[in-house]
């Protein structure tokens, strides 16, 4: 018999936090983004220890979608962060504050 | 010693365990790496747990995307990237720009996390109720799991599906757009 579904949820919500608290406290934008990276997997993690639990395929399709999405953002993302880099030469998320109020 | 988790098969703890292991020790040498090379490496560790996790629960073809994706041309963009820029001298930052930020994002970030953990772990959340998404079959594994996902992808979530190859296209111009220099324009048109 497989482990229970709550041991992989306790660990998934383990790494969303760890995510959370380097998204909340790293400055270089790279980093950051690394960390969003680990807070969706922590959330692909989830839905996978759902489909498992609920006996639903839909789950694994969600996962499948949210990878997608994850490629589309890096690829965006790391767009900005050349393009600002080229300009700033810097990756640190504190200098960006022209637009500040 | 482990008494109440005698029930489940060893190779079933032991695989948790190992999965466990290399998804939180990657995820903390994500955040406490100074060089963004280590940092992207150590993302790589925690992205092999994560597919550890998924074949234990019979999510095999996710896994091998999770591979092959993540670890594969996701990171290596990463690398690709901070070689580029050529910052992977040290992370910038020692100092807290705002007072108290790590103090507030480690109590934010607790209070989250024992709210999620309070939540999963003692919730029953087995319903009983038939799946829509398989027609009432059961979750398989194996090359049945390939022909499972993608028949609910190509029928329940084909509409999701189109949207994605839309979403990768923009996302594609927009990267080029990003990167592309400005072209310089050409003295002679300068003169004229």
């Known amino acids: 018999m497989n482990v ?7 660990l998934a919500a383990l790494l969303f936090g760890v995510g959370a ?5 790293k400055r270089s934008a790279l980093i950051m983004f690394m960390c969003v990276e680990l807070m969706l997997n922590a959330v ?10 609920l006996s639903d395929v839909g789950g694994q399709a969600t996962v499948f979608f949210v990878m997608v999405v994850a490629a589309a953002e890096v690829t965006v993302g790391l767009g900005i962060v050349v393009a600002v880099f080229r300009r700033r030469s810097s990756t640190s998320v504190d200098e960006l504050s022209e637009m500040k109020g | 010693m482990l008494g109440v988790t005698l029930q489940y098969t060893w190779p079933s703890i032991l695989i948790f365990a190992t999965s466990a292991l290399l998804i939180l020790v990657g995820a903390i040498g994500v955040i406490t790496l100074a060089n963004p090379v280590h940092a992207a490496l150590s993302l790589i560790m925690t992205l092999f747990g994560v597919a550890v996790a998924f074949v ?7 896994a091998a995307v999770q591979i092959i994706v993540y670890a594969g041309a ?3 963009l990463f690398l690709f990237v901070i070689m580029f820029l050529g910052v992977d001298r040290r992370d910038s930052v020692t100092v807290d720009p705002l007072v108290g930020q790590r103090v507030f994002a480690a109590v934010g970030v607790l209070i989250t996390v024992a709210g999620l953990i309070t939540l999963m772990a003692r919730s029953h959340w087995v319903t009983g109720a038939m799946s829509v998404s398989t027609h009432g079959h059961a979750l ?4 049945q799991n390939v022909k499972q996902l993608g028949t609910a992808i190509f029928t329940t979530y084909l509409f999701a599906f189109e949207a994605t190859a839309a979403l990768l296209i923009i996302a594609v111009v927009g990267a080029v757009m ?6 310089v324009p050409n003295p ?4 004229v």
Not at chain 2, 140 to 143: A, D, I, N, Q
Not at chain 2, 178 to 183: G, Q, V
């Open chain 2, 74 to 76: 996701i990171v290596v």
């Open chain 2, 140 to 143: 398989t594994t194996g090359s």
């Open chain 2, 56 to 62: 234990a629960q019979s999510a095999d073809f996710l």
């Open chain 1, 44 to 53: 692909n993690l989830t839905f996978v220890t759902f489909a498992r639990t």
């Open chain 2, 178 to 183: 990003l990167a592309r220099r400005e072209r």
């Open chain 1, 21 to 25: 608290f380097g998204l909340l406290t």
């Open chain 2, 188 to 191: 002679e048109e300068i003169d």
């Open chain 1, 4 to 10: 229970p579904a709550a041991w992989y949820l306790v």
